[in-house]
């Protein structure tokens, strides 16, 4: 969840964004179901369909609008969102949710249709994305009261959600990750303290969004002691490559081996990297 706060005269406004579902110390809160859609299939000219299930969890009503946007990820995966159609590989503009308003009663649940209507002309050969957002229109006010110069000082609580929307046409191929890379970055500072760092570089060579989990293993050549490593998520876009960090402690000494494992399903084999990293005084 990442939480976006802004300050405004005289009140403040705190934006709270998410992918699936979201609550606010309010007594806000909203579950949407599914947080990623995959269109398939269909022919230029045609419009597919498919729906959304939200719920509101919280205690007071709420009111949500629909809105589109275009995205990509950095070299480390975090997104980046720009207006629609200005990113390669934008559907955007394709998509339409009906209503466009949705307002819910505590405990109440409804559906909303997103359609994708597929452009006319040639048929489409590449996979397309973007993101539909759910934003709340009637914020409620969570805290008031007045700062030291006697100006009145709130804030105000307002949900949003970010849907993913791809489009798969068909025959294209389906995503393969690729481990390009696995560095050792060394020392590094990181917020307040140091800390190892090993750098495993994925690439998606196929031609469909590709998931995929990575363990890692770290394990002592003079001990056989294996040390603890926090297992990552990935998810790439066709041509896309991403940086993954294995941060280790900074007091580590000796002999390792290191493994980074990419488990992309049941279909796909275990691609594996082996290093082999020294630390010393």
Known sequence: MMHLLKRMSPAVLAFILCLGSISAASGQGLSVAPSRIFFSGGAPGQTLTTQLALSNTGKAPVAFSAAMADWKRDSTGNKIYAPVGSLPGSNASWVETRPALTELAPGERKEVTVLLHIPGGQPAKALSHSMLFLTQVNAQNAFSGSDKQGNKVGIDIRLQVGIHI?????????????????????????EKDTIRRLVLKVRNTGAAVMDGNIRFELTSKESGEELPVPPRAVSLLPGAEQLVYMDLPAHLQGHFLAVALVDSGAKTHLKVAEKEVVYGP
């Open 166 to 190: 791809y489009y798969t046409p068909p025959g294209l191929a389906p995503g393969n990750l690729e481990l390009v890379a696995f560095e050792d970055r060394g020392m590094m500072a990181r």
